[in-house]
């Protein structure tokens, strides 16, 4: 049985006594509106309001609102609003309306500029703890993961290892050519233009030889491969746990490490030294046609050069540093993708997070292992 929705307005000395009645639902919105909009004049000048739900017989949260409305306009103008015959199934909801709204947000008082500054440390060494715990967290999961392929290695998800490889790998051999050769030929040229001016041309295929093998042909392929693979792996395993994919995976038995994330960190740790070394190779390569063409140095004398100024050491310490920072932009990756909540915000976010904090972890590793090597006399 339908009830159609009433509002009167009684007027009892000082106290206007509004008594709404019938159905307050949303299905009778626009009824509800001129009803509540024919009271204003007399709620206006009434200085009490007395409010009796007791006829209400239907309320949902359109209803409520409607007359927290009328209640809230007598209280804004300093004029006591009461409300009486609640029924006790819509109590609640007459409660949580009530409550709309009615926390007003603290004012913030101004804080010192140096403890201002001392709380933002805080806060930043907080949340670099709560990043190594995510990273050791993650570290742990893939040995154990690692663990139990070892144990029975029909479990290693051969399939999505061979198609990883191919997309952080093979895939990625001309942009890492590319980028590699221009770097290498603008270290060439700069030395050229310079080590000129004391006539040591012969120095600059030194300099190219060396900083390539040692330092920036496996630290340039690194950052590329973390902002390219690393920004990918956030991203895909991002919106996997938006889709609550993870969360399905978990339900069905499996292991989101050992299906998901061990895969990739492997293609990573197998494809990074293999990068290093093509983009070492084009950046000699680059080294060697600026030589020809800027430096007037023949092939063969370069090669020749190369031949003395460089040795097998040097490669070694550049190969050797690739699978370390490999796994730590996997790890950063994938930590940061599972850390993803359920708005494309939080996607964009994390995956800005991941390659920034992937390109910090590979200069600092870079760094450990140049003093590592130098004490060691490498």
């Not at 009824?31 to 007395?50: P, Q």
């Not at 609640?86 to 007459?94: E, F, K, M, Q």
């Not at 030294?273 to 030589?291: C, E, H, N, Q, R």
């Amino acid at each position: 049985m339908a009830f159609l929705p009433l509002l009167t307005a009684t007027p009892s000395g000082d106290v206007l006594e509004l008594r709404p009645g019938g159905a307050w639902t949303a299905a009778n919105a626009a009824t509800l509106e001129v009803l509540s909009n024919s009271i204003t004049g007399e709620l206006d000048r009434a200085k009490a309001v007395k409010l009796d739900m007791a006829g209400v017989r239907e309320l949902d949260t359109l209803g409520a609102w409607l007359l927290e409305k009328i209640s809230r306009r007598a209280a804004a103008s300093g004029r006591p609003a009461e409300i009486v015959g609640v029924a006790d199934n819509y109590a609640g909801l007459i409660e949580e309306v009530h409550q709309v709204n009615r926390r007003n947000p603290a004012p913030v008082p101004a804080l010192n500029p140096v403890v201002a500054k001392l709380n933002d440390i805080g806060r930043g060494t907080v949340g670099a703890r709560e990043d190594i715990a995510v990273f050791l967290q993650m570290l742990g999961s893939l040995f154990l993961a690692l663990v139990g392929v070892l144990r029975r290695p029909r479990s290693l998800r051969l399939t999505s290892l061979v198609y990883q490889l191919y997309r952080v790998g093979f895939q990625a051999i001309p942009i890492m050519v590319l980028i590699t050769f221009l770097i290498g030929a603008i270290i060439a040229q700069q030395g050229f233009f310079h080590f000129r001016k004391f006539g040591a041309d012969s120095y600059v295929v030194d300099m190219v030889g060396i900083l390539v093998l040692r330092e920036l042909g496996v630290l340039i392929v690194a950052i590329m491969v973390a902002g390219r693979s690393g920004s990918a792996y956030t991203a895909e395993l991002g919106s996997m746990k938006m889709r609550e994919e993870i969360d399905a995976l978990s339900t069905m038995g499996l292991d989101p490490v050992g299906v998901l994330i061990l895969p990739r960190i492997i293609a990573l740790i197998c494809a990074l030294p293999i990068l290093s070394f093509i983009g070492s190779i084009a950046a000699l390569y680059g080294g060697g046609l600026v030589a020809q063409f800027y430096g007037d140095m023949g092939p063969a004398i370069y090669i020749a050069r190369l031949h003395d100024a460089v040795s097998v050491t040097s490669f070694k310490v550049g190969i050797i540093k690739a699978p370390f920072m490999a796994l730590a932009i996997g790890i950063v990756a994938c930590s940061e993708g599972l850390r993803v909540k359920g708005s494309a915000e939080s996607l964009g976010k994390q995956t800005t997070t991941s390659v920034v904090k992937s390109i910090f972890l590979v200069i600092v590793l870079d760094g450990l292992f140049a003093v590592f090597f130098a004490s060691i006399g490498m």
